[in-house]
């Protein structure tokens, strides 16, 4: 069965460096999503693309936080620099045109 | 905007008892309301739409307009259904879906 691919799973760094997340989504989704979830909440959507376009990145901290998919497939998301508010588990999801959210494992971020 | 409330973060039953998981939504608009799952050591995965009308793994669902509710049901809870739930909302046209906090439900035997 396809499923959504994440790594890494679990990534530690120091505030101000850089870190990076790669997504890749089930063949044939169009629509993928990166989602910050904190601890005890619930997932809040990043960025969500079409193909390669964004659609909605109103909830992401472009200052520090940039998310590219240029071919339309496998996507990356980065933070620099990070901030210890960073800490989160980092979620990425694909889906068709309106169907079901299919998430991968995700990504924990711990920043020191 | 839309918003979705699950007023309780934490929800335990006895195996066989009634259980309900509450949602409120706020939204100016026909949504698609969903209910996600996620078991123990398993990624977040789909429960039930609103739109199907299914009955999954003894759970359902109904969308009342009028109160702005999608809330969980099951009649006899099992142990299997210990986990964390959210409830999703998106907007027409496969817009941005939003996820409330989420409840951990417990299943005591």
């Known amino acids: 069965e396809a499923e959504v691919a994440q790594s890494p799973r679990y990534k530690i760094t120091e505030k101000s460096q850089a870190v990076a997340f790669w997504c890749d989504p089930i063949s044939g989704h169009a629509t993928l999503y990166w989602y910050r979830q904190i601890l005890g909440q619930g997932p809040e959507l990043l960025v969500q693309?079409?193909?390669?376009?964004?659609?909605?990145d109103s909830q992401l901290p472009k200052d520090r936080f940039s998310a590219e998919r240029l071919k339309g497939v496998d996507s990356t998301l980065k933070i620099q620099p990070a901030e210890l508010g960073d800490s989160a588990m980092y979620l990425c999801?694909?889906?068709?045109?309106?169907?079901?959210?299919?998430f991968g494992e995700g990504s924990r971020l711990t920043v020191l | 905007a839309q918003r979705v409330t699950q007023p309780e973060k934490l929800l335990s039953v006895f195996k066989g008892a009634p259980v309900e998981l509450k949602c409120n939504y706020s939204y100016s608009g026909s949504p698609e309301l969903f209910w996600y799952v996620q078991y123990s050591r398993q990624r977040l995965q789909l429960l039930l739409r609103h739109i199907s009308r299914e009955s999954i793994k003894g759970f359902t669902a109904d969308l009342n307009k009028g109160e702005t509710s999608f809330h969980l049901k099951k009649p006899f809870a099992q142990e299997e259904d210990s986990a964390m739930y959210y409830c999703a909302l998106r907007g027409p046209n496969a817009g941005k879906s939003t996820f409330g906090d989420g409840t951990t439900l417990t299943v005591k035997p």
């Open positions: 999801a694909s889906s068709l045109a309106r169907g079901e959210l299919f």
């Open positions: 693309f079409q193909d390669e376009s964004v659609v909605d």
